[in-house]
């Protein structure tokens, strides 16, 4: 029996080279694969002029099992590839021609020695010039299902519906007619969406719409040369981002499987915009700088981190490591053997010395403290907590979509040399320390009882301390104004009228709900325009499904507010305590200074709050008893928001060690 030789790449010539495979054609689709591979140089490439730069495509899909398992020939050698490869090399191999292809698992090294993980990391670096400067980026999903053939038919029309309709308001007259043609396509063609709503679904879920790699493949690629492929049938990616923007409007309920759409979509926007201000500066350079004065918008890149899927937690950074470098960030350069800590570290202090501001520190709120990380270093190996209206949102910091702060200012993180690691030295000051603490039970997302806009029995009774603290201390219609400001931060321009000041009607319903609170000590609420709300809490004391374990005034808050849709009561009301019930996992607060605040309910009594330059809210912070400090949450506190406690003169700042 003939021994098997497997293959084994030869080094390349240089760091700036990668090989290319040459795909040998087959008129059979059972014929066995044969493949050579060849080497290009970067060094050689007119980045003005790619038409002299030797085509290939370049393939981007899921590899599935980690090793490969089904054999294909390289040079007359065996190599084995995953049977996600082999069906991709299956698909793309022509009867009559060679095909040049990049494909990461055979053009790159995946050997287990140390030459091979050298090479591997070298590779990392070039795979946004080698996607980008590719005449077609293929993305491969794999087998078809039953439907993918229609759904793409009907996709292509509705991209040329959208783009070719005519404007009925700025071309009156004879257009009139074939508006109305229009008109029966787009009912025609989203009538028969809607029964293809299930394989669209099916589609965007495929694991590729998740990863890290795949993400900066297409993000970094030109969208006109990029190809969908699922089995035999495909569509421009053009084409189907056309179409996904209508199928958005068409079933905003299915927001939450676009989210990754949305996210390549706002990655590929900004890079477009970095491009852009460079070639106002530098047509030469690709990699922008602060010295252009281009800010770009960092949210896209942190979710992508945090959000996308990678088979090692190193690849959350190193997947999107082109993409990260040409928006400005001098991450680490890839380099496997350092651990995921000290990487999420170096990749936080770099993120932050480029955008010169702490909003980093807003992924970086936790149930529970971890060891293996610095308080202030995201976690980017867990995809982000943040949860849309109106489930109780879990990342601690959605007030901040409602105000436009600054509380230090609008200032910058200070240059801070690296003291020692895991550690980070700021300049700010401590405002006071929490004296008073009511905070609920942490609620998962996608609990059943967190359902719609409940008020749960946690919840409800924290609310109920809260209040009754302020009552008891304060009766002063000032404080009730404060604490309605503070409790209502995350939905607060909804409670404004069309002059900007808050309705009578909505000052009310907070009033009625703050009186609730007070149960059974209640005086609004017995007032005879309120009979109806007397009479249900009666009708829950009364009822027989009452838990008595519990405290009985809770449970009737609980019960009364989680029936707000009852058109018998007050409407207000309800509103009010589902504002606040989307904000369910925070606690509420009340500091030595006294003023009201609200965060993330991981805040404890006796944290200390502070004001750090370059953050743009307060933050409460964990003092680790030797005179340093573990990030905790930001914190919005009534009065405080603005600046008003921020030192006019900033020699009064000291110096604030977060570990």
């Not at 990616?237 to 927001?255: C, D, G, H, I, R």
Request: with cysteine; proline share 5%.
């Amino acid at each position: 029996m003939t021994e098997i030789q497997f293959y084994h790449h030869q080094p390349l010539s240089s760091p700036r080279c990668f090989r290319i495979i040459n795909l040998e054609p087959a008129r059979s689709p059972k014929a066995p694969i044969n493949c050579t591979l060849s080497e290009l140089d970067l060094n050689q490439v007119d980045f003005d002029n790619l038409t002299s730069f030797a085509p290939y495509e370049a393939l981007s899909y899921l590899w599935g099992d980690r090793v490969g398992t089904v054999p294909v020939m390289c040079s007359g050698r065996q190599l084995l590839v995953t049977p996600n490869c082999h069906g991709a090399l299956i698909r793309l191999r022509k009867s009559f021609r060679a095909r040049r292809l990049f494909i990461d698992a055979i053009c790159i090294d995946q050997g287990e020695g140390s030459t091979s993980q050298r090479e591997r990391e070298e590779q990392v670096k070039l795979m946004g010039q080698v996607y980008a400067i590719a005449a077609r980026v293929i993305i491969w999903l794999g087998p078809s299902r039953k439907l993918t053939g229609r759904l793409f038919k009907i996709m292509k029309v509705m991209h040329w519906h959208e783009k070719e309709r005519p404007d009925t308001f700025a071309y009156p007259g004879p257009l009139h007619a074939q508006a109305r043609r229009f008109s029966f396509i787009h009912d025609a063609v989203h009538g028969r969406l809607s029964s293809l709503r299930e394989e669209f679904w099916q589609l965007i879920r495929h694991p590729w719409f998740t990863r890290t790699w795949t993400t900066q493949e297409q993000v970094l690629a030109d969208n006109n040369v990029c190809l969908l492929l699922c089995g035999n049938h495909q569509i421009r990616w053009v084409t189907f981002s056309s179409a996904f923007y209508s199928l958005l409007q068409m079933w905003p309920t299915a927001n939450d499987l676009f989210e990754n759409l949305q996210l390549r979509m706002s990655l590929r926007y900004e890079l477009s915009r970095a491009y852009y201000e460079l070639s106002q500066f530098n047509e030469h350079s690709r990699v922008p700088t602060r010295s252009i004065g281009w800010s770009p918008n960092y949210e896209a890149i942190w979710k992508g981190i945090r959000n996308l899927n990678s088979t090692v937690p190193q690849d959350k950074i190193f997947g999107m490591y082109s993409l990260i470098i040409q928006l400005g960030i001098n991450i680490p350069e890839p380099d496997y053997s350092m651990t995921e800590a000290d990487l999420f570290e170096k990749a936080t202090r770099a993120m932050i010395e480029a955008r010169q501001t702490l909003e980093l520190l807003l992924y970086c709120v936790r149930l529970d403290s971890q060891d293996h990380l610095p308080s202030w270093v995201p976690d980017w190996s867990t995809k982000n907590s943040e949860v849309g209206y109106p489930y109780p949102e879990r990342g601690g910091f959605r007030f901040l979509d409602q105000g436009v702060y600054k509380s230090a200012r609008g200032t910058h993180v200070t240059q801070q040399r690296v003291i020692r690691q895991g550690t980070l030295a700021l300049k700010g000051i401590i405002i006071s320390n929490i004296e008073f603490c009511s905070a609920p039970s942490y609620i998962e997302y996608g609990d059943g009882s967190a359902s719609r806009f409940l008020p749960f029995y946690s919840f409800a009774d924290a609310c109920r301390r809260f209040c009754q603290h302020v009552a008891s201390s304060s009766p002063d219609p000032s404080v009730l104004n404060a604490v309605r400001r503070t409790l209502l931060f995350s939905y607060y321009g909804e409670l404004l009228d069309y002059r900007g000041k808050e309705s009578n009607e909505e000052i009310e319903a907070f009033n009625l709900w703050f009186d609730l609170m007070l149960h059974p000590n209640h005086s609004l609420l017995a007032m005879s325009e309120h009979e109806a709300w007397e009479e249900r809490c009666n009708q829950v004391l009364d009822s027989p499904d009452l838990d008595l374990r519990r405290d009985p005034s809770v449970e009737l808050i609980a019960t009364v507010l989680h029936n707000y849709n009852q058109r018998d009561l007050n409407e207000p009301i309800h509103r009010a305590a589902g504002i606040l019930a989307s904000t369910a996992n925070y606690a509420m607060m009340i500091l030595g200074t006294g003023h009201f605040a609200r965060g993330f309910l991981s805040c404890k009594q006796y944290d200390v709050v502070a004001l750090l330059a370059g953050s743009k809210v307060p933050v409460a912070l964990r003092p680790d008893g030797n005179g340093r400090y573990r990030f905790v949450a930001p914190l919005y506190v009534d009065g405080i928001m603005f600046g008003e406690a921020w030192p006019e003169d900033e020699s009064e700042l000291i110096d604030i060690l977060l570990v």
